[in-house]
Structure formats: C-alpha cells, structure tokens
C-alpha cells in the first residue's frame, strides 16, 4: 500500500503567497506541519526559478497546477520549461475561460484546442489536466460537455 501524502491546494493560501517572501513563509510553515506535497494555484507573480528554488529548499512535491489557457496555446514551451524546473509533469486548467461554455461550439472548439496542447505536453512527458465546475455537466445536443 502506499504511503499517504497531505497536501495543500495553494489557491486557498494564495493572499499569503502574494510574493517570493509569502510564499516561502508559507511552504516554511506548511513543512513545519508535516505537509509536503503542495498545488500551485493562485500565487503571485513570483519568478518561476525563485519559485523553484523554494520548492526544492522545502523538498516540496508539486502535483500539479493551474496555468492560465492562453499561456498554454501560446506559451506552452516556456510553462513546460516552468513545470521541469518545479519537477511537476501535471499542468492544470482551473476552468474554461470566459463563457467558452455557454454554446455547443465554444465548448468542441476548446476540447480541440485542449488536445493539441495535451498532444504537445504528452511530447515532452507533461500531461493536461482539467478542473471541473458544475457547468461542465450542461447538455448540449443531447450530450453532456464533460462527456
């Protein structure tokens, strides 16, 4: 059996995590309690090498993230690049961006998308993940979007 691993979403901790020094104060107070496996969600704009910095001072595991969409169609080599210094192979989507979801085409238009960029992140050992809300549970044409 596995061991299990705590870890904390950052998204709740992310006003605490608002600068290089916030979020060391909070991957330092995270350590202390025994946590090491951490989601980067929501932190400041933190330059990703001190950001890597700190996850390898603390020996923090990165499970995944949630980048912003429009870094991934057209900034995925440098978000890639981010996640091989952080050691994370799982890049996160929190959610369809503006109201993409409200019409059958906005939503095929972005699974498209989401595949390309998933078949380019595939490449370089990188996987895309999503993060569901209720709305994906809408049915268009008889077919539910999360379907």
């Not at 929190?94 to 059958?104: F, W, Y």
């Amino acid at each position: 059996m596995n061991d299990i691993k705590l870890g904390v979403q950052l998204f709740t901790l992310r006003d605490k995590c608002k600068d290089a020094e916030g979020f060391e104060e909070t991957l330092k107070f995270l350590d202390d309690l025994g946590c090491n496996v951490v989601q980067i969600s929501g932190i400041g704009d933190i330059h990703p090498e001190k950001v890597a910095e700190l996850i390898d001072k603390y020996k923090m595991d990165v499970c995944v993230t949630h980048k912003s969409y429009d870094r991934m169609k057209n900034d995925l080599d440098d978000l890639i690049h981010e996640h091989d210094l952080i050691h994370c192979n799982n890049i996160g989507i929190g959610a369809m961006p503006g109201n993409i979801h409200e019409t059958a085409e906005g939503v095929t238009g972005f699974i498209t998308k989401c595949n390309e960029i998933a078949a380019k992140m595939g490449e370089k050992g990188k996987f895309l993940n999503y993060h569901n809300h209720a709305f994906e549970f809408e049915v268009y044409d008889g077919k539910r979007t999360f379907e």
